[in-house]
């Protein structure tokens, strides 16, 4: 992708002081979601990053993942797995806990999401922490699913999220602060 592309992808994201708590700089992405050219454009440099020609899912996580993931699914015609919060999904899961600099979570994705073998690309809007993301590659695995890879529109990489991916393949982040 084209550093004119991507600064104009930056300058659209919009920060939002003191939200959700004071001291937070939250980076609102909904102006890019709204726009059709600069959506199409991230999405395109995210899968650009990673390589990945072909891959039989994509996995998103709760809940703009969801919105990355499965357009991303759907340009590499490949299946959507989303991963929801606990509780969230109808059918048998498998879940996992995982901790947060304040507290903790589980997410959860069904049993038969992932046949053994099958190759996963993970996406999602952010990476900061990485704790999510880590839970997310705890459940690929569980599954049996052979991940390719890791696609973030945004990194936080002050917040060393990508330490908890490590030996989890190739970690992309098409724009980081």
């Known amino acids: 992708m084209n550093s004119q592309t991507l600064d104009h992808l930056r300058a659209t994201i ?6 959700p708590k004071p001291g ?3 980076k609102d992405i909904t102006p890019v979601l709204g726009d059709h050219a600069l959506l199409s454009r991230a999405i395109d440099g995210m899968i650009d990053a990673t390589g990945v020609l072909k ?6 996580i709760d809940a703009r993942g969801f919105i990355f993931g499965s357009l991303i699914a759907s340009r590499l015609g490949a299946g959507f797995v989303p991963i929801r919060k606990k509780g969230k999904l109808p059918w048998k899961t498998r879940g996992v806990d995982y901790s947060l600099e304040y507290g903790s979570s589980s997410v959860e994705m069904h049993q038969d999401a992932i046949a053994p073998g099958e190759t996963v690309l993970l996406a999602d809007d952010l990476l900061a922490t990485g704790g999510t993301a880590a839970a997310a590659l705890h459940l690929i695995a569980q599954s049996g699913g052979k991940l390719v890879g890791s696609t973030f529109f945004i990194e ?3 917040l060393n999220g990508r330490e908890k991916l490590r030996g989890h393949g190739p970690v992309h982040a098409l724009i980081s602060y």
């Open 14 to 19: 919009r920060d939002v002081p003191n939200f």
């Open 24 to 26: 937070i700089l939250f």
């Open 55 to 60: 891959v039989d899912k994509v996995v998103g």
């Open 156 to 158: 936080l990489s002050f």
